[in-house]
């Protein structure tokens, strides 16, 4: 089991078990779900973490069932977007065992993106302690099985009830649950951006904020009027330059190489993305990671040495593009098949995360 500054999950719960409020519910939803039908993030487990940030520090944390929340109209929030948020998976494996996968790295990535937004960051004590005694209340909703898993959503957001443009003062912490299985299904098509920006230099492309999704929908919407699922962002300068595909990050095999855009202000440090990077690494998959212009895409496509796109994320962990579109031009990419670099890549993550692989770099943490 991976260890945090020296703490792993069992010695977090015995030192800080009670700062944890615990309520628990009378009757579970569970059996009232059809796991075989369920469209992503619309269905949530039984309870809820949440802890507030009030008079410059942390709250007692506490875990309750699954409700709605009074705000005010007034809430920051809603006015100036103070919101930030991660996404998680927890997996099961044959023997109901649960795992994280580098879990270590989201709670950094948070911290990081609410010091971006002005907004305090989190206690690690607080975010493992009460992430684990959360997924063991609900860990019936974890199935079992490759292609299944529950999708964590911790996030923060500003709560004071005013609305200078100030930040907050007051902040909550949560983090909710809901079972998931593929995010895309079928094939995805995109469309590669000319005019839309993701992000720009200097601004909060690499944080995980709230507004950096909701900027997205309208030229996305624009996209799937046309018959394209996602849109692939270039840089806002000359849109010349390809940096990610809709939520994910996004790679490109042209030959038998495989190329990302490197992390910067702009694009965001996917956990998937990095651990793609060193799974190439350990399967002697030469991995590059350098800027990539549109015209080297386009021409590699031309000429047939183009031979994958796919993005990565954690909710999709690898989806395959099978076309672009680029100045009304559609390119047809070559059919996926089981020796894609994709699919190769794709089950060697799976593997790790279901504990169906050795785990040699420690990214599996244990929920005990």
Not at 82 to 102: C, H, I, P, S, T
Not at 107 to 115: E, G
Not at 306 to 317: D, H, P, R, S, W
Request: hydrophobic share 40%; aromatic share 12%; proline share 4%.
């Amino acid at each position: 089991m991976t260890n945090f500054a020296g703490l792993n999950s069992t010695e977090m719960s015995n030192t800080y078990t009670s700062n944890l409020h615990i309520e628990k519910v009378e009757t579970s939803k569970l059996q009232d779900v059809n796991f075989d039908d369920l469209a992503f993030g619309r269905t949530f487990t039984d309870h809820m973490f949440m802890c507030d940030f009030i008079d410059g520090q942390w709250q007692q944390p506490k875990i309750m069932p699954y409700q709605s929340m009074p705000m005010e109209p007034s809430a920051r929030v809603f006015h100036y977007g103070q919101a930030v948020f991660e996404g998680m998976k927890a997996y099961k494996d044959d023997d109901g065992n649960v795992f994280l996968f580098r879990p270590e790295e989201n709670f950094k990535r948070i911290n990081k993106s609410s010091a971006r937004l002005a907004m305090p960051e989190f206690p690690k004590e607080y975010f493992f302690e009460g992430l684990t005694t959360l997924l063991n209340l609900d860990k019936d909703w974890i199935q079992p099985g490759v292609g299944n898993s529950l999708y964590i959503r911790p996030f923060a957001i500003a709560i004071d009830s005013a609305i200078a443009a100030a930040p907050s003062e007051n902040y909550r912490f949560m983090i909710i649950c809901s079972p998931a299985k593929a995010y895309y299904k079928g094939t995805v098509k995109v469309l590669i951006a000319e005019q839309f920006s993701r992000s720009a230099n200097g601004g909060v492309g690499f944080a995980k904020a709230a507004g950096n999704y909701a900027a997205q929908f309208y030229p996305t919407n624009l996209a799937q009027q046309k018959g394209y699922q996602q849109v692939i962002w270039t840089d806002a300068d000359t849109h010349t330059f390809l940096e990610e595909a809709g939520t994910m990050n996004v790679f490109f095999r042209i030959n038998d190489t495989l190329i990302t855009a490197p992390t910067s202000d702009r694009i965001l440090d996917g956990v998937t993305r990095k651990s793609l990077i060193q799974l190439a690494a350990d399967n002697d998959i030469t991995c590059e990671v350098r800027p990539i212009k549109v015209s080297e895409i386009v021409e590699a496509s031309n000429n047939g040495t183009l031979k994958e796109i796919f993005g990565a994320g954690t909710a999709a962990v690898i989806s395959p593009i099978s076309g672009f579109e680029y100045q009304d031009t559609y390119h047809e990419l070559p059919e996926i098949d089981a020796s894609s670099y994709s699919s190769i890549l794709k089950q060697k993550m799976l593997n790790i995360q279901h504990n169906l692989a050795d785990d040699k770099h420690h990214w599996r943490y244990e929920v005990k």
